[in-house]
């Protein structure tokens, strides 16, 4: 009963079973692409949600650097300092009239939430006039004056904003070493005149707590780091809760942007922090936040574990039905595989049994009747090699006859110049050397200048037959004579020049045989100033023919030659024609530089 089942089955069945698996596997795929575009959606969403909370904080730094300009703009309300600080004055004069000016000032005008700690107000000499320290601050060391203690307080930035033309408020800071912290400062010039003379400026230190609370607001965080920092000018307020990579990643955004360099567009190799900035041009301020990648991914992990889960629970069934259907094919499969294998170690007399009626059972069927093809075909090779030796044994016995000839060439050489007949005595001794060339072809390869008098051989003889009309000259680079080509090569393409070049020419008649070394090749040329031919169909007819059309050719025809230099060399090399620029035709023997390497 559960053959008969197998039966029905078949493959089929079988290959109906693997789809349910690959449909599980589908699932799968589906699974983790689907965590792959919702791990990017809520990683996408969670740096909005970061870009979003810097930008509302750069709009609440704005209104609240608003409110202290509008509470230092208050000085104007003193209109008798405002009036004298304008004129020429004597500035001790000033410091004993206007002592308490500051402290009235910043008692009326600065709410103690924005905790600030030292005030003073400068004429345009930059001397001091008045100055304000906040009472719980007595015991700490803010300094009297801040161009009479220059180290430390980042005085420098003061002078340069005082010396400029810029009409706005300063934002900078310095380190206070002895406290060991970060002070705000502010500095606001007083003109009068409409605005057209600066006649002195307000300095005012804060703590950063008011700025540090504002922060505080924005980060999403525990470990995220935040600073304000104007551009051209050291970092202002800091909020910092990072490890040592993260410092060392503040500090080469923070000295970016002390230089003025836009640092959105810049690559950074810190590449576990994600870089989150915005100006305000207001009050040329940068705001900078630095989240580990880590904690942009935190909110992944609750997803990323139930697909794990069902990831798991998938793959486990996915498994199970491979089980089952590797069960049901691989069986047949082993059993031919080993079958197979006896038959390759030599027991070609097996053949394997065949027992099902599904596609199997034609496989087995089908290798049987390869197994028969096998054997025949067997047999029938080894009756060709019979008849190879065969054959093999009369080309040695024809070989007698080019002996005989090259024998009674040489004997008619030797009578034609007792005779005292040059020419016949010259051209029997180059029809012998031809002869004696030919025979010997056991070598594969000569060198090219035992080629080239090959050839000046046949042409002796062509020119003889065609009373000299043909202006034959060799230009090839002694270099190159030196280095091994295919045997009776170069003959067939000065046969074809003369053949189908300048046979049907008028006038002038002239070949040249060429040759110049190249990078990892060397070109053996052959042009004639014929009537030309058609290159493209003739190369075409070269390079597409196959390896066993070489049985119809001539041993020295222009394919032969072709297809023994592939054979020898590789396909990239060969016979390549060209149409000269006069109407004639270039050939190229295209060859590599050390045969050897090549073979």
């Not at 509008?70 to 001790?92: A, C, F, G, L, T």
């Not at 100055?131 to 180290?151: F, G």
């Not at 810190?270 to 870089?275: A, K």
């Not at 199997?360 to 019979?386: H, P, R, T, W």
Request: charged letters at 25%.
């Amino acid at each position: 009963m559960v053959r008969s089942i197998k039966k029905q089955i078949g493959v089929r069945g079988k290959i109906l079973l693997s789809c349910l698996g690959l449909i599980l596997c589908a699932l799968l795929l589906q699974t983790l692409v689907f965590q792959y575009q919702s791990s990017r959606l809520i990683y996408k969403q969670t740096l909005e949600i970061s870009e979003n909370a810097i930008n509302n904080m750069k709009e609440e730094m704005n209104n609240t650097f608003d409110v202290l300009h509008n509470m230092m703009m208050q000085i104007y309300n003193y209109r008798d300092y405002i009036n004298e600080v304008s004129e020429p004055h004597d500035y001790k004069k000033m410091q004993l009239k206007y002592a308490d000016l500051a402290h009235d000032f910043a008692s009326e005008t600065f709410d103690t939430s924005y905790r600030l700690r030292m005030l003073y107000l400068y004429d345009a000499g930059n001397q001091l006039i008045s100055r304000y320290k906040y009472a719980s601050s007595s015991h700490l060391s803010y300094p009297i004056d801040i161009y009479k203690e220059d180290a430390g307080n980042n005085v420098q930035t003061v002078r340069e904003y005082i010396d400029s033309d810029d009409k706005g408020l300063l934002i900078s800071s310095y380190y206070d070493e002895r406290q060991k912290r970060d002070i705000l400062r502010t500095v606001m010039k007083i003109f009068t005149d409409n605005g057209r003379t600066c006649t002195g400026y307000i300095v005012c230190d804060f703590e950063e707590h008011f700025m540090e609370k504002m922060m505080n607001k924005y980060r999403l965080f525990d470990e995220q780091m935040m600073w304000i920092q104007p551009i051209g000018d050291r970092p202002t307020v800091v909020y910092d809760t990072v490890v040592k990579e993260g410092r060392e990643f503040f500090e080469q955004v923070s000295e970016d942007t002390k230089k003025g360099l836009d640092i959105e567009n810049k690559e950074y190799s810190f590449s576990y922090m994600t870089l989150f900035s915005v100006d305000s041009a207001k009050y040329n301020l940068r705001i900078i936040s630095l989240v580990p990648d880590a904690l942009l991914k935190e909110s992944q992990k609750i997803m990323n574990q139930d697909l794990f889960i069902t990831a798991v629970l998938v793959t486990a069934l996915f498994v199970c039905i491979s089980v089952g259907i590797s069960r049901l094919i691989s069986k047949p499969l082993v059993y031919m595989t080993g079958m197979m294998r006896r038959i390759s170690e030599g027991e070609k007399e097996l053949r394997l049994s065949v027992k099902t009626d599904d596609e199997f059972g034609e496989l087995g069927k089908a290798v049987n009747e390869m197994l028969d093809q096998i054997e025949k075909l067997n047999y029938q090779e080894y009756s060709s090699k019979i008849l190879l030796n065969q054959a093999r044994y009369k080309a040695l016995q024809a070989q007698v006859n080019p002996h005989f000839l090259y024998n009674t060439l040489n004997t008619m050489g030797g009578i034609a110049k007792a005779k005292k007949c040059p020419e016949i005595s010259t051209m029997c001794r180059a029809l012998s050397n031809i002869f004696r060339y030919s025979l010997g072809m056991k070598e594969l390869q000569v060198a090219l200048e035992e080629e080239i008098r090959y050839v000046k051989n046949y042409m002796y003889i062509m020119d003889i037959r065609n009373q000299n009309e043909i202006d034959f000259q060799i230009d090839i680079e002694e270099q190159l004579l030196g280095k091994k080509i295919p045997k009776m090569s170069l003959q067939p393409l000065i046969e074809n020049s003369i053949l189908h070049g300048l046979k049907n020419k008028e006038g002038d008649k002239k070949i040249i045989l060429g040759g110049e070394p190249r990078e990892n090749y060397m070109v053996i040329t052959v042009y004639d100033n014929g009537i030309g031919m058609d290159t493209e169909e003739m190369n075409k007819m070269l390079w597409n023919k196959e390896y066993d059309a070489l049985s119809q050719d001539s041993t020295v025809g222009l394919a032969n030659i072709h297809h023994r230099i592939q054979l020898l060399y590789g396909n990239v090399f060969g016979i390549r024609f060209k149409k000269a620029e006069d109407g004639g035709t270039l050939a190229e023997l295209w060859l590599p530089k050390n045969m050897e390497e090549n073979q």
